[in-house]
């Protein structure tokens, strides 16, 4: 099954820019690997990433092959008021994934 | 005789067999082709797609790999850019590439000026020794480069499944 790590400090500063880590196990198989008998295996990656906070999106990525098994993304925000980041990975044969964290911020 | 050349022909079978995994995994300096691999062409054409015909300056984007990387599977990067991330001078985005994996592309990140930080993070495959290019698109419109050189050893994305 899917499982979501996510790295978001429980409290911070307002104005401060704060560092969200995120990792999803995923095989991402690439499509190119063939088997010993010569079958290409199928591609199955995640293709997008996303983070909302309050409902409004902050950061999106897209996916590639080329993009390691179980994949790992840090990327930075600002504090701006307490509230609720949300995490969805989408990817290939319906994949899809969700995670939370909870911020506090401090003026 | 005809034993004799049962055997010669599964050693060539054989050797042939080699040869052709070692094409797959890309390991090997002998051979030249490679079935599922993208060309400068095709990385030109990628960048193409996503600039048009605005020019690439050099300079403000700054990529982070290993210079020399043991495991392609596997590969630490960090892309960031010099921008001082304000409603009015921002990044929108940064798309990563490289020259020979089967695909050009490696991943776009979308950001805005809420980020604060023009940074961003991943691990990333590689099939060979390569150049990887990151391209940033900046909030006037403007795209700006920067490039690695990474050599490899283990390649990645086209190796045999165990």
């Not at chain 2, 193409?48 to 596997?74: C, F, H, S, Y």
């Not at chain 2, 304000?86 to 985005?93: C, F, L, N």
């Amino acid at each position: 099954m899917a499982s979501a790590l996510v790295n978001v400090p429980s409290k911070a500063r307002r104005g401060t820019v704060i560092e969200i880590r995120t990792l999803m196990s995923h095989i991402m198989e690439p499509g190119y690997r063939r088997t010993a008998a010569g079958d290409l295996v199928p591609r199955d990656i995640i293709t997008s990433f996303s983070c909302r906070f309050n409902g409004e999106e902050i950061f999106r990525a897209d996916l590639f092959p080329a993009i390691a098994a179980n994949p790992f993304l840090s990327f930075f925000t600002v504090a701006t008021e307490s509230g609720k980041f949300e995490f969805e990975w989408i990817g290939d044969n319906g994949f899809v994934a969700n995670a939370s964290a909870a911020i506090a911020v401090e003026a | 005789m005809n034993r004799m050349r049962n055997a010669s022909d599964i050693s060539r079978r054989h050797i042939l067999q080699l040869a052709g995994t070692a094409a797959l995994c890309g390991g090997l300096p002998i051979m030249t082709v490679r079935p599922a691999q993208s060309t400068p062409a095709m990385l030109a054409s990628a960048i193409r797609d996503l600039v048009g015909e605005a020019t690439v300056k050099v300079g403000k984007v700054k990529l982070e790999i290993p210079p020399l990387v043991e495991n392609g599977n596997t590969v630490p990067m960090t892309v960031s850019v010099e921008s001082p991330m304000t409603a009015e001078d921002h990044v929108k985005s940064i798309h990563v590439f490289n020259e020979k994996n089967p695909q050009p592309n490696i991943g776009n990140f979308h950001l805005g000026p809420r980020a604060g930080r023009a940074k961003v993070a991943t691990r990333i495959r590689l099939a060979d020794s390569q150049k990887v290019t990151a391209i940033a698109q900046l909030s006037d419109g403007s795209f700006w480069s920067g490039s690695v050189d990474v050599i490899v050893t283990l390649a990645a994305c086209t190796e045999e499944v165990p």
